[in-house]
T-cell receptor
Framework: GQQLNQSPQSMFIQEGEDVSMNCTSS?????WLWYKQDPGEGPVLLIA?????ELTSNGRLTAQFGITRKDSFLNISASIPSDVGIYFC???????????FGKGITLSVRP | KAGVTQTPRYLIKTRGQQVTLSCSPI?????VSWYQQTPGQGLQFLFE???????NKGNFPGRFSGRQFSNSRSEMNVSTLELGDSALYLC?????????????FGPGTRLLVL
């Protein structure tokens, strides 16, 4: 079955630093989504990508849909303490298929 | 628009009991998906309902079931609860526009089975 790989499981950065996360798949996806989850809450959609090569920004966040359609990247610039949380990638192959989620990366930001 | 709402937010049950969780999607969204989230397994897909029909199903036992009503509200039921069913249950709604899948999550129901 389709699987999404996110690594490492945890990342520790200093406030003000930039951080990059990637998500890879063994199969092709036609939609990539990035979510952030705070403790005790549901995931919140950060960025949605629908086209190979697409680069989309949302404030300090930038995400890219890989050309091969088997990967996606999320960059956070000038990190702040509220960036702490779990970042999930999700992919979908077809219009009626389910979303597949990665296991998430826990980001910690040191003040 | 109001976001996805889930009730109850917290629930404590004992083994062998059954539980029903409720999800109200964003107005106009016809698709509702359910996920189980545990620390070890991450987000595991349970099932998706679209226009009152189950469209996709994950690899969960038959004790997990769901349904969707004509107003798109959805319920999930777990029968004969086991300790391992303790988890955060998340519901997500989507407009399911062709070619553009975007799911919006509710806050979740945290279930503890004793």
């Amino acid at each position: 079955g389709q699987q999404l790989n996110q690594s490492p499981q945890s990342m520790f950065i200093q406030e003000g630093e930039d951080v990059s996360m990637n998500c890879t798949s063994s199969s092709i996806f036609n939609t990539w989504l990035w979510y952030k989850q705070d403790p005790g809450e549901g995931p919140v959609l950060l960025i949605a990508l629908y086209k190979a090569g697409e680069l989309t920004s949302n404030g300090r966040l930038t995400a890219q849909f890989g050309i091969t359609r088997k990967d996606s990247f999320l960059n956070i610039s000038a990190s702040i303490p509220s960036d702490v949380g779990i970042y999930f990638c999700a992919g979908q192959f077809g219009a009626n298929s389910k979303l597949t989620f990665g296991k998430g990366i826990t980001l910690s930001v040191r003040p | 628009k109001a976001g996805v709402t889930q009730t109850p937010r917290y629930l404590i049950k004992t083994r062998g009991q059954q539980v029903t969780l409720s999800c109200s999607p964003i107005s106009g969204h016809r698709s509702v998906s359910w996920y189980q989230q545990t620390p070890g397994q991450g987000l595991q897909f349970l099932f998706e309902y679209f226009s009152e029909t189950q469209r996709n199903k994950g690899n969960f036992p038959g004790r997990f079931s769901g349904r969707q009503f004509s107003n798109s509200r959805s319920e999930m039921n777990v029968s004969t609860l086991e300790l391992g069913d303790s988890a955060l249950y998340l519901c997500a709604s989507s407009p399911r526009e062709m070619g553009q899948e975007t799911q919006y999550f509710g806050p979740g129901t945290r279930l503890l089975v004793l």
